[in-house]
């Protein structure tokens, strides 16, 4: 008898809990202690591994050419996943990870709350969720899952989700920014039943219409996931009659459990066991902006602590004690969210090979403080923008897995990461004359951080989405009425270090063909660091301001054949708006909310570096000339960060290092750093003189009465370190 | 002299030789093999031709004047572009554009990848760029999707920028701006004034223009088109036109036809010679199809390793999948193509050992031609994999290229043990099988990522195994990966060539539009956009037949299939949807249009997903125009005896497999019959190539002479030996 294929009899939800039981029990993912049918014919064990994630790859594959959205045809945020009947998933696509684990929440939702009897669920049911409290990350983040039934029997889930670029929200596009609380987020889908007989309802798809300001986004990707969904469902079901039911339940179930052990193994073979932590913050700016209601009107600094513990048999324990409260604004993040971050950086950093599947997330857990923005006690709480805390915090957590892996000898491994990317958000009127709405995905190509062993990855990477790009200008004008005027390197965008934080790019727009596009960007840290550099790497620039020019004189320009801005350009003083035209001009600093724009008017966005690796001034000079002479840095930062020093080649508009002024320069700052130095000591006794006096600047004394407030352990343990007497509060 | 009328030349030019195949009308094969010689290409390729020739004691002057079809396809421009060897190119783009040559799209820093390494971000890097940023300018100029010119060009900073480009001494010129596929105006200003400082400075430099190179939407793909056109593809032109002169100097009388990505044949003068720069993995895929279909294997994954790289593809129940947007040495381009995978690995792969870290590595770079091996003794000083084959009895020193070169197996065993065995302390047989299997591990695991990247069950496809080093490593390169079949053939080193042989001269035309129709269009917007439709059709249908017949083709032979890019309005993706009928002569036509996307589109996307009432919209429309060509014919023969003809059998020789000497039965592979059964350890040799079967595995020769690869139950797998 097969002992991990579970009674028939019982339901689904006795099933979970029985699945949960076992794991308790023994440890092993639904109790399968040994991988009986890998260790008895492997091939035909990994031979099924192998089309089950082929099928994946293919129906995502599949649903991209049906898709309208550039956001997934053009840069890919979508994946495709097979799951068990409770819910685990057991193979995947390649594309957005992240939504892996946050999909299985909402499937073991639905059963947990009774949906095998009411709304019940039968062949050719459809299925779909984007709210996060129920398992998704935010609003635009629409997965669609049907049941796959062989026979009578619920045999899995296939699901598909994707990025939608507009939900209908408070303001245009998906990562709604203004959203204060639920109720603005936009269009919200709870766990519904939204399609039968294999079909979308057409009241559903009636919702959509009248709901949404781009519907037709929204519309074909829904198509395009359940086009997918029932593409893996027939070809399961095919290779369930091929290789037999029971087969295919125990062989997907050990797939799981192979997973869980490979995760444990690479944790083994990279990291050292043992205590590591990390801390990152987050700068909020948005007192007095537009539309921010009373409940949310104030700058906020947030902290991020975050405690690894690496245990000898490769365990990992995530631990957010000591983070701040949620609250009245679009960032929060529920435990879906957080799952979703974990498993993502799983997945680029150990998870990447083998048995990649839900095993990973269950060799790790995570303390996700009730209250927290991690895991909000209110489920009305909006979580429209929930990337801009996520992404920091699991940039720590990528930072803490690489110091491991350098303390292990795998300098190869080490990479500082992951960072956040804001998004530019518009709607108004189209160039076709219709209402449009969008979230411009070209932000999915920032600079990574950087790498032990080389440079991060410039314009090429962001944490959600291996598979990173920014897409074709010519795809996205087809939906926004703006041209590009440029899309350049953004220079300075990369932490400086011995191995440079990867850049990101600028674009610059003229508004065209309307008469009416608001655009809102999506929240990043502003004036805080919130990725930071490692083994003395700096972090990289906060890049959140936004340049405008309304009533702008680009027109006379183009007739008197003028310079046009196409970037920003490389004085950190002065901008190319600035030198070039005329008109209303205007620096918004955090997230741009402001009155609409119209046609000959301009807007300027840039995207986020990574952090660098290793003290920048033992970067290689030649190195630096390069990073010069292609724009990757300013003349200024070189010599200033990275003490080098150049020379100017006029005649062939070439720069040359002067070694041995470097040299000298470089020796110059190892002795200021030396003078300027002091015992650790000493300089704690200034600091708690500071702490006692509760010196600090408005966000900060906030953010430790905030966390102090909340986290008990938090509160002792900055007490303990500062020395500070019992009764002390913030 | 033998009495055979030949009929159809191909040659297949690789990095490291030239391989030649004549077919004759009755099916039989003569495989030439020469030296790539990569200056003078023009001269492998006679090399090659006359030890094809020679096989059939063939005259090379009759042969080339009665041979129908002569096509020469070549690695020459893929190699440039891998090696970065091209031409000075200067780039003048929409100002704001400039940083496109670094940024690239994100993707092109992960293209490629398996699975794994696609999600393990660590590994991600862009490709280098083709043209340095300064040799880059802009000319501020914009031109809307719809073909509006929003900004004119700046025609003054056209001209300061052609000058400066030309300051730095550029050897071709590109122009690539925004929208040029809907609008080419500012394009062609920009030419204009480039040519008239040309004209001034008395320089004459191509000019390539985006939408003349391929006139499709993404700017990013058509930028690199272009670059690559104008830096990879002159060297290359001048050397086909060189091979075509040279054939034509031995009598031959038609024009040489080289092969595009698409699987069609095309003239050496074709304008957009990139299209055939991944034509030589193209021709093993049409050749793997070809017989496939013959022998009842439909599912096929083919295996090409030459002198220099090993190619990969996928043939899925007799469909070869075509990639819109291949990748092209890591660059995105928006190019129908058969695809291919590629790594760098073949005979020819350096072997190397750091002398310090003792860190193994095998090329990427190749020995290629010229040095060549350490044992070919022409000069190479680093032992290459064909050195450690040598060195372990696998190849036969005396029967290298049927006995045109004698191998040195001394020298090549000094270098090796200096280079590779002493430091690292093994015996040189240790190493030399180390460094193989190392190369046989990468080539299967090659393999392993096309089936994990496309969707292939092992258990359902055929692995054909070809190309000059194919059958030497094949055993273990394809050992334990579960497939239904693994063949070879005796004509596994021209296979490429052969499969060249085997297509039709086909050329694709098309032209980016937006021609939209929907429920709410009126009578008269349907009468539009017939006019449109049938006006672009009939404009590519001239084009292409003058094309072709400018080719020397008849006009009653040229079949010209247009077709309609088309998706529902609001998608971002199209379906290749070939005209019902050749022209739209009424409204139902136009119908039938749009129920034919319909049909196909539910076919490749289930019908849940179409949306007939947000309307359809043609982005493209194009024709394929063909012209059928004589293909070659295996012949099929009754299955004789288990044991070959006493006279296949060539002696014994001492070969080293899994850390010992074994005793090889010898065999030449031109003596097999079908029905013969060949027990390992084994060596079947063959002048152009040689196929090993260790202890254990034995290969089976069928009725169409194909060779059937066994792998024994039991036997070792020795990739395990790896250093």
Known sequence: MNDAVENKAIGLKEQLLENDRKFQETGCYAGITELKYREEDPLRYESLHTKLRSMSIAAREMAR???????????????????????????????????????????????????????????????????????????????????????????????????????????????????????????????????EKDELRRDYLIRLERNLRMPIYWMFDDKAKLAANLELRDQVKELIDDVGLDYYKRATREFIEEGRRAQLS?????????????????????????????????????????????????????????????????????????????????????????????????????NLPSGTWTNPDRHTVATATSWALLLPAFGIFQRLLSRGFVSRGFKEEAFVGQVNSPMVEMGGQSQYGSQFGMAMFECSAAGSGALGIKDGIDNGYVGWNPESDMGNMEVWEQGIPMLYLGRSIAADSGGPGSNRGGTAFTSLWLVHNTDEVTIATSEHSSRVYDNAGMCGGYPAPTAHRHFTVRDSNIQQLIGEQKPLPHTLGKDPYTSDFDRLVEGEKKEVEGPHIDKPLKAGDLFAHSYNGGGGYGDPIERDPLDIVRDVENGYVTPEIAQRTHAVVLEHDEERNAWRVNSEATEARRKEVRNNRLNKAMHVKDWIASERERVLEKDFVTEVHKMYQDTMSISSQFANEFREFWQLPENFTM | MKKTTPLVLGIDAGGTMTDTILVDKQGNFAVGKAPTTPNYESEGFIESAQDATNIWNLDINKTFEELEVALYSGTGMLNTLLSRTGKRIGLIVTRGMEDAVLMGRGLQSWAGYSYEDRLHAVTHAHPDPLVP????????????????????????????????????????????????????????????????????????????????????????????????????????????????????????????????????????????LHETMISGPVGGLLGARHVGELVGADSVIVSDMGGTSFDIGAITRGKVPIEDEPTLARFKLNLPTLAMDTIGAGGGTIVKVDPYTHKVSLGPESAGSVPGPVAMDMGGTEPTIADCDAIMGRLNPDNFLGGK???????????????????????????????????????????????????????????????????????????????????????????????????????????????????????????EARRQINEIWSELDSQARSELISEGHETDAIVCEPFAMMRYTGQLEDVEVAAPVTKLESDEDLDKLTQAFEDLYEQINRSVSGYGTAGFTIMELGLNARVEKVKPELSRRPLGSKNPDPEAAKGKRSMYYNRAWHEAQLWEMDMLKPGNVLEGPAIVEHPATTLVIPAGDRVRVDEWTILHYEHGEDTQNSVGNVL
């Open chain 2, 133 to 272: 940023l300064s040799r880059v300018r802009g000319v501020t100029e914009r031109i809307d999707h719809f073909g509006q010119v929003v900004i004119p060009a700046y025609e003054h900073e056209a001209v300061s920028g052609v000058k400066e480009l030309l300051e730095q001494d550029i050897e071709g010129l590109c122009v690539c701006c925004m929208y040029s596929h809907v609008n080419p105006e500012h394009e062609l200003q920009i030419g204009e004034a480039a040519r008239r400082v040309f004209a001034e400075q008395d320089i004459d430099i191509p000019i390539y223009l985006s939408h003349h190179v391929r006139p499709i939407i993404r700017e990013q793909s058509r930028l690199n088109s272009t670059l690559i056109e104008a830096y990879a593809t002159s060297q290359g032109r001048e050397q086909l036109l060189g091979v075509e002169t040279a054939a034509k100097q031995h009598g031959f009388s038609n024009s040489m036809q080289t092969m595009l990505s698409y699987g069609g044949l095309a003239d050496v003068r074709y304008p957009r």
């Open chain 1, 266 to 366: 690479k944790v083994q073979q990279l990291m050292v066991p043992g205590r590591y932590r990390g801390h990152t913050f987050y700068g909020h700016l948005t007192e007095g902006k537009p539309g921010i209601l009373p409940l949310g009107d104030e700058n906020l600094l947030y902290s991020i602590p975050l405690e690894l513990d690496v245990g000898g048999d490769g365990h990992m324990h995530l631990d957010f004690e000591g983070t701040g409260s949620w609250g009245y604004h679009s960032m929060n993040c529920t435990p879906a969210g957080m799952d979703g971050g974990l498993f993502v950086t799983l997945t680029q950093s150990m998870n990447f090979e083998g048995k990649v599947n839900d095993g990973a997330w269950l060799a790790t857990d995570m």
């Open chain 1, 65 to 195: 050419s049906i898709s309208a959205s550039p956001g997934v045809r053009e840069v890919g945020e979508m994946v495709v996943a097979l799951y068990t009947p409770e819910g685990d998933a057991i193979s995947l696509s390649t594309g957005i990870m992240v939504h892996v684990h946050t999909m299985s929440r909402f499937i073991k939702w639905m059963i947990q709350n009774g949906y095998e009897d009411s709304p019940g669920i039968c062949p050719g049911d459809v299925f779909a969720n984007n709210d996060a409290f129920i398992g998704t990350v935010q609003v635009p983040d629409v997965m669609v899952v049907i049941p796959i039934f062989h026979n009578d029997e619920l045999v899995g889930w296939a699901g598909t989700v994707a990025h939608e670029l507009e939900v209908g929200g408070i303001t245009p596009g998906g990562d709604v920014y203004l959203a204060q609380e639920r109720f603005t987020e936009g269009l919200f889908v709870c766990a519904e039943k939204v399609g």
């Open chain 2, 405 to 527: 070169v004698q191998l040195n197996v001394d020298k090549a065993k000094q270098v090796l043990k200096e280079k590779v065995a002493d430091p690292l302390g093994v015996d040189v047989y240790e190493a030399a099988e180390g460094m193989v299997n190392m190369l046989e591990m990468e080539a299967k695991s090659s393999i392993e990522s096309i089936i994990s990247s496309r969707g292939v069950d092992p258990g359902e496809y055929h692995l054909m195994a070809y190309g000059g080093s194919g059958p030497l490593h094949m055993a273990e390169y394809s050992r334990g990966l579960g497939f239904k079949g693994v063949l070879s053939f005796p004509f596994a080193a021209a296979f490429s060539a052969f499969g060249c042989t085997t297509a039709d001269y086909l050329h694709r035309h098309s032209q980016s539009v937006h021609i939209m129709t929907g429920p709410d269009s009126s009578d008269k917007d349907r009468e």
